[in-house]
């Protein structure tokens, strides 16, 4: 779960390990991985990049609520006042009662962080149970910087082996990925990551903690490059087959 305890923006923009409602996610790979005891295990995952949030997210999947939840990627918020992933776009107030909220479930939590130069921030995190994957807050995120994506949680996710919503995705944005990759993060993200490591390893000096939290920033942006690389390869591939023969 998000850490609740009190901070500021700064902290925040400190730190890009930090997406809420990300952190089931990140437990996944190695759980699965264990559980199973075969590292090359795939499972299913959504392209951020991709993704138009439709909505069948919410409704295809065969739980009943879905195993597609948001995330808030920290390092990508603009902390807003006014949040286009959080508002209504004809709201009443900029308050937090329900009739403003985009989220039909209330799933997206307001908080207050700090004051600067006459200007208002507010953290945004995900209840993930909450959640039911509509994608709204998506959509409204998009209009401002993006922060807001969707991803399959892998700790609820049956991991079918025909994905209900892979079949019914308009932007074939569902993917198997190796089990110990976890997320799909948006193309944007993965040098704010490198950049952040960098900056730790660099700084650590003899703090392992340190050291280690920058070496796991590197390795999960090596992981998304990798992959990324394979994603290129294979949607070329599916493109050929596509394409009709003698054209
Ligand atoms: S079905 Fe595809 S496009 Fe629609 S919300 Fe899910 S991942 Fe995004
Ligand atoms: S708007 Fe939809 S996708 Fe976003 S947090 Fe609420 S239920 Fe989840
Ligand atoms: S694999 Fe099954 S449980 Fe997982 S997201 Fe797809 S339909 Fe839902």
């Not at 923006?9 to 005891?37: E, I, N, P, S």
């Not at 039911?132 to 910087?145: E, R, T």
Request: glycine fraction near 10%; charge should be negative; charged fraction near 25%.
């Amino acid at each position: 779960m998000p850490d609740t305890a009190q901070t500021d923006r700064r902290g925040f923009l400190t730190d890009a390990l930090r997406t809420t409602g990300g952190f089931a996610l990140v437990g996944a790979g190695g759980f699965l991985a264990g559980r199973r005891g075969r590292t090359e295990l795939k499972v299913w995952q959504l392209d951020p990049d991709k993704c138009t949030a439709c909505g069948n997210c919410a409704t295809y999947c065969v739980l009943d609520v879905s195993a597609v939840k948001c995330v808030n990627f920290f390092d990508m918020c603009g902390f807003c006042d006014i949040c286009t992933g959080y508002f209504e776009t004809n709201y009443w107030s900029l308050d937090t009662a329900a009739e403003n909220q985009l989220c039909p479930t209330g799933a997206v939590i307001r908080r207050f962080v700090e004051e600067q130069s006459g200007q208002r921030f507010y953290e945004y995190t995900i209840d993930g149970p909450l959640c039911i994957g509509c994608g709204k807050c998506v959509k409204g995120c998009a209009l401002m910087n993006g922060s807001m994506y969707l991803q399959v949680e892998h700790d609820r996710c049956l991991d079918c082996n025909e994905c209900a919503i892979a079949t019914a995705c308009p932007a074939e944005a569902f993917y198997r990925i190796p089990a110990e990759q976890v997320e799909i993060l948006k193309q944007s993200t993965i040098g704010i990551l490198e950049r952040r490591g960098r900056h730790r390893v660099r700084t650590a000096g003899d703090d392992p903690q340190l050291r280690s939290e920058g070496l796991s920033l590197l390795a999960r942006a090596a992981a998304q490059r990798q992959w990324r690389a394979w994603q290129e390869e294979w949607d070329a591939r599916q493109q050929g087959e596509e394409e009709p023969s003698g054209s």
